[in-house]
């Protein structure tokens, strides 16, 4: 059983920047893929970016160039840099993991970012 805990989320203004945080406990199992996903008001959930067991990323086109996905060193706690964020960036943002012998995601509970003036 994995467990995580977003942090960094709020109010921003347009062109602004946020960080969010995600730490994984209980990684005994083996952590396969980090990602963020992100749920706009009234809008199915999406992905923002993933990160592999050996480091390659992948983006959603429309925040290349603007957001990084990385993680630390122990490769338990996954981050989203996010840069010059627009109106369309509000969403809740959600931390998801797969791990396991058989892989199976987890997610966390969810970060509200606002992008507004």
């Known amino acids: 059983q994995v467990q995580l805990v977003e942090s960094g989320g709020g109010l921003v203004q347009p062109g602004g920047s946020l960080r969010l945080s995600c730490a994984a406990s209980r990684t005994s199992a083996s952590i396969r893929t980090m990602a963020w996903y992100r749920q706009p008001p009234g809008k199915q959930r999406e992905l923002v970016a993933i990160?592999?067991?050996?480091?390659?990323?992948n983006y959603a086109d429309s925040v290349k160039g603007r957001f990084t996905i990385s993680r630390n060193n122990a490769k338990d706690t996954v981050f989203l840099q996010m840069n010059n964020l627009r109106p369309e960036d509000t969403a809740v943002y959600y931390c998801?993991?797969?791990?396991?012998?058989?892989?199976?995601?987890?997610w966390g509970q969810g970060t509200q970012v606002t992008v507004s003036s």
């Open positions: 990160i592999a067991s050996d480091d390659t990323t």
């Open positions: 998801n993991v797969v791990a396991g012998f058989i892989p199976r995601p987890y």
